[in-house]
């Protein structure tokens, strides 16, 4: 089935708005920089990503003025198909990434969802964003009888409570948060 999805950016499509280096996104982020506030962004299976409409309104709303590459704000929403610019997270639909789909059939491991998906028994992603695949919980869910029809072992059960903290954005299970990387991960906590 084909729908309008909203277009999405992750550290490296918001880079390549500003034509900048990934990891200075990161430094965007840091508390001793405070120019991008983590809050922005929505965290899907442990990373940051943000609506199209946002990422590219950010360079005007900074100290210092950042021209978005319209060029690179084509070729990303090329890239992702029809859709639509949305703004603010919280105009987004809700959006799994492989750790909440491991939570959301509690299944045994992370093998188990990559080799489903590189059988081309689990549906195509919505979005390839940084090296990630993400998906609408809705693209999911309706995949669910394919799902059983193909499995040989798995039941394929739908945790309800884990797909209702997901549509209600309460979910805070494996996946809804980031961690913090890299040698001063420590001093963090």
């Known amino acids: 089935m084909s729908r309008r999805k909203p277009y999405l950016v992750g550290h490296q499509e918001f880079a390549a708005l500003y034509r900048v280096d990934p990891m200075m996104i990161s430094q965007w982020l840091a508390a001793s920089r405070r120019i991008l506030d983590p ?16 990422a590219a309104r950010f360079g005007s709303t900074t100290k210092r003025f950042r021209q978005v590459d319209f060029d690179a704000k084509a070729r990303i929403t090329a890239e992702q ?3 639509w610019e949305a703004d603010l997270g919280d105009e987004l639909p809700p959006l799994v990434g492989q750790q909440e789909i491991i939570e959301m059939f509690h299944l045994p491991s992370q093998g188990t969802l990559a080799t489903t998906i590189a059988t ?8 390839l964003l940084s090296g990630s695949r993400l998906w609408m919980l809705d693209t999911v869910i309706e995949a669910v009888p394919a799902l059983r029809e193909s499995a040989r072992s798995l039941p394929w059960d739908v945790d309800k409570a884990v797909v209702t903290a997901l549509r209600d954005g309460t979910y805070d299970g494996p996946g809804s948060r980031v961690f913090t990387r890299g040698r001063h991960a420590r001093k963090g906590l």
């Open 120 to 127: 081309g028994r689990f549906p195509e992603s919505d979005w």
């Open 39 to 54: 809050s922005t962004a929505i965290v899907v299976s442990g990373v940051r990503y943000w609506p199209l409409a946002f």
């Open 81 to 83: 198909g029809e859709g």
